[in-house]
């Protein structure tokens, strides 16, 4: 049993090891498989063999790959070697038969070389004397043929020269004649000669120069126009202002001699369009040139008196020419264009504004000078010729210069600050509009502008008199004005128009109720309406149209410039209280000086007064403004000194007993209201008693009782204070009782009646809430009060339940400062401070809850 056992053990490792060696086989094969494909990529492939390297190293078996490869290597070798053995012969035999072929080819062409050489030799005589033949033959031919032509074409070279020598004399009127004849009569006949297509060819040219040439002479005229437009506007000027009879004002260039007017001399006439010539005098023709680089003519000795209009100044004839020129070109289309480009382009520069145009007057009338210089040279352009220029340019080309101008004046004038200088532009500019009216344009934009500049005008004078005004508040002493003389009467009565015939008749010293500041500000506001009526002259308005300017303007002078000086006068903090009174009393005065404003306006303008129209001056309303504001202030002042001498009070409100008398400060305080009041009741013995000064007087004891009054109010309003000050934690009965003592000395100074007529018990009930809270504390009666809480006709009806509960918590506090107390009467006095605590708090929670 043993030995088969055996025998199949060692078929199995057999079986084993075979199966090992074809796996070993397979493996071997897949291997190489694998590297013949990784070499057919090296071979074929173009790219990166990034990726096939790195397929190479990442097995193990690159050592099997590089032998694959040297393998692969020694086939190729043997094959390039087995296919150069192949061809090898072949390739000597052909070099072999090149080299032969080279040597015959060297040996044909020396042959070649000696036969040329042979027959060059051969006919170089009878070449010779051929030539010499024809050239004989060719030049007796030209002589004759030249003889026959020369006659043909002499004519055309005679007229071609004379040609020449008009365009060098400038004479191209006659240059373009023969031309013509040039080209239809003369080089017909000479067609077939190659001069005369030559000069057909610059017939052109000819025409293309006689055009720039006139074009130069245009281009001059144009550029020296340009710079003498000012000496044209000027001229124009001058003459508008003459016949407006305005003054014209200074300038800077001085205008040419002016007489007596007895003829125009005229520009040269326009050329002859059927001869081309310019029919001129011979003094004038021996000037052309002349006249040409200068397009201003200077006059003879015979035209010395004679006076030379703008037009007159100019010499025309280059554009005449131009025009004609272009015109017989058949380029009338093109020189039109050209010129009034030319011209829009000379408009816009004309139109720009000399630098720091706003600084003088003198700037704005060289500007307008150039405008209407270069105006009047269009307005000529279109009365002397024929469709160069006409209207419907003319008012394109006027449309453009109104609206720059008026932007440029509107620009510039706004930097204006001077209205002096202003109101000289304004003249300049009326002067501008009157020249450009006599020549047809209309100017109406620039009288808009002008009432623009009228606002700007009136802004910049109230500026002026905002300074007028201070230096007058300055200067016044704010006192009534005394005269001695009837001379004084009559200087103060000749600036402020004051009527009173009891004050008139009445005897030497008198004295006005009002003070300096009255007829000052009077006559200043008359001064503002003639500067605003001085700037609206010659603007074409009617009369209502200036009396409503001159209203608008008085009223903004009246109610912002004249009302801010005054409400700053006024506001002033060293302004005592009789100067605010005095103050208070101008401005009724000012306030009845509107009426005489407004007849006074109406006057100068020669509007109707009564019109429905009419605006009405608006200073009355401001005047009494301003005479309420400063009552107030007068209140506020007072009010500001009793504060002041309140801020000395010092009370001691854990006073255990009063002091017996009052205050020192309220005593201080009483003397300080008296002697103010008493001013106020001594006023009227400063003014002579009329008939308005009573009236005054009436006023004035209607302030001084609102400002007893208003004090009154005041001081117990800051004795309430004193009393309700959350600083003050804790206040005796004594220092209740002090206090009372103090509102006892206030009630005895109302009673007093410190201004007459102030008995009526009005000023008592300043004091009543305070009176009504001091009686409850001191008379301790809780009682009444708890049982009338909230009716209507209760005892203490100015005493508020939360007031009441402040002081009393006061109170209370300062009772618990006492450490310990042995009377009984203390002791009950407190428990009945508690519980009417207590009940107030009650009360005054059940009644916010009934609210």
């Not at 088969?4 to 291997?31: C, G, M, Y």
């Not at 100017?443 to 005004?469: P, S, T």
Request: net charge negative; hydrophobic share 35%.
């Amino acid at each position: 049993m043993a030995e088969p056992v055996r025998k199949n053990s060692h078929d199995v490792w057999k079986k084993l090891a075979t199966a090992v060696k074809e796996s070993e086989f397979v493996q071997q094969e897949s291997i190489y498989a694998k590297h013949e494909l990784l070499v057919n990529e090296i071979e074929t492939t173009d790219v990166s063999l990034s990726t096939t390297l790195r397929a190479v190293y990442d097995g193990e078996e690159h050592k099997v790959f590089m032998e694959h490869l040297d393998a692969r290597l020694k086939h190729h070798d043997k094959e390039i070697e087995r296919m150069c053995n192949y061809h090898y012969q072949g390739f000597i035999d052909s070099i072999r038969e090149l080299l032969q072929v080279r040597n015959e080819a060297q040996n044909l062409k020396s042959e070649i070389e000696a036969t040329n050489e042979e027959l060059q030799k051969s006919s170089q005589i009878l070449m010779k004397k051929g030539s010499e033949l024809v050239t004989s033959r060719k030049i007796q031919r030209n002589i004759m043929a030249a003889v026959e032509h020369l006659e043909l074409c002499l004519p055309v070279l005679e007229k071609f020269g004379k040609l020449r020598e008009q365009m060098n004399d400038k004479r191209y009127y006659p240059a373009l004649k023969t031309l013509e004849q040039l080209e239809h009569v003369y080089l017909p006949r000479v067609s077939r000669y190659r001069f005369s297509q030559m000069m057909s060819e610059t017939i052109p040219k000819l025409r293309e120069e006689i055009k720039e040439a006139s074009m130069s002479d245009l281009k001059d005229f144009l550029e020296n126009i340009r710079k003498h437009s000012p000496k044209i506007g000027q001229v124009a000027m001058r003459h508008a202002a003459e016949l407006n009879n305005i003054d014209s004002g200074p300038s800077a260039q001085q205008p040419p001699k002016v007489i007596k007017k007895k003829k125009k001399r005229r520009a040269p006439k326009p050329p002859n369009p059927f001869t081309g010539e310019v029919e001129e005098e011979d003094a004038v023709e021996d000037n052309d040139e002349e006249d040409d680089a200068n397009p201003f003519l200077q006059p003879t000795e015979s035209e010395e008196g004679e006076e030379l209009s703008a037009q007159d100044l100019v010499d025309f004839s280059p554009v005449y020419r131009c025009f004609h020129i272009y015109t017989v070109l058949g380029a009338r289309e093109t020189f039109v264009d050209y010129y009034r480009r030319q011209r829009r382009k000379q408009a816009r520069l004309a139109l720009q504004p000399p630098t720091n145009m706003h600084a003088s007057v003198e700037h704005y009338r060289v500007y307008f000078q150039e405008v209407v210089g270069f105006l009047v040279v269009e307005d000529h352009i279109l009365n002397t010729t024929s469709g160069l220029v006409d209207r419907g340019y003319m008012d394109e080309l006027w449309d453009m210069c109104i609206s720059k101008i008026v932007a440029v004046l509107r620009t510039h004038t706004a930097y204006c600050t001077d209205a002096t200088l202003l109101l000289q532009i304004k003249n300049v500019i009326i002067l501008f509009s009157h020249t450009l009216k006599s020549y047809g344009f209309t100017a109406g934009k620039l009288y808009d502008l002008l009432v623009e500049v009228r606002d700007q005008y009136n802004e910049i004078i109230m500026q002026k008199w905002i300074q007028v005004f201070q230096e007058i508040f300055a200067q016044d002493n704010y006192t009534a004005i005394s005269v001695q003389t009837q001379e004084e009467y009559l200087d103060v009565t000749s600036k402020y128009p004051y009527k009173d015939e009891e004050f008139e008749k009445s005897p030497f010293p008198k004295t006005f109720p009002f003070s300096q500041f009255v007829p000052k500000i009077y006559i200043q506001v008359k001064e503002y309406i003639y500067a605003c009526l001085k700037f609206s002259e010659d603007l074409h308005l009617s009369h209502s149209e200036v009396n409503d300017m001159i209203r608008k303007s008085a009223n903004i002078l009246l109610t912002r410039t004249l009302g801010g000086c005054l409400s700053e006068l006024i506001r002033r903090p060293e302004l005592t209280l009789l100067q605010l009174i005095q103050i208070s009393i101008n401005m009724n005065y000012l306030e009845q000086s509107c009426e005489y404003l407004e007849q006074f306006i109406s006057n100068i303008t020669g509007a109707d007064r009564e019109s429905v129209h009419v605006t009405k001056l608006h200073g009355t309303a401001m005047f009494k403004d301003a005479r309420s504001e400063a009552e107030d202030q007068i209140y506020y002042k007072l009010n500001k000194k009793i504060d002041d001498i309140l801020e000395l009070a010092s009370y001691e409100w854990t006073l255990p007993e009063p002091k017996g008398h009052a205050s020192g400060y309220l005593v201080d305080l009483i003397a300080f209201l008296q002697s103010t009041f008493m001013s106020f009741t001594n006023l009227p013995d400063m003014v002579t008693k009329t008939k308005s000064t009573f009236i005054n007087v009436r006023h004035m004891d209607k302030v001084a009782r609102t400002a007893l009054m208003s004090a009154c109010k005041h001081l117990a309003q800051r004795m309430m204070d004193f009393l309700l000050d959350n600083e003050v934690k804790a206040i005796s009965l004594g220092a209740l009782h002090q206090l009372n003592l103090d509102l006892m000395q206030c009630e005895q100074f109302a009673n007093s009646e410190p201004v007459p007529g102030c008995n009526d018990g009005t000023l008592q009930l300043a004091f009543i809430d305070l009176r009504q809270l001091l009686d409850l504390f001191t008379t301790e009666d809780w009682s009444a009060y708890l049982a009338d809480f909230g009716k209507l006709d209760c005892k203490y009806l100015r005493v508020p339940g939360q007031r009441a509960i402040t002081l009393l918590e006061k109170v209370n506090t300062a009772d618990r400062k006492k450490i310990f107390t042995f009377k009984k009467n203390e002791r009950d006095k407190k428990k009945l401070i508690e519980t009417v605590l207590r009940q107030l708090r009650q009360l005054v929670n059940e009644s916010q809850h009934q609210n």
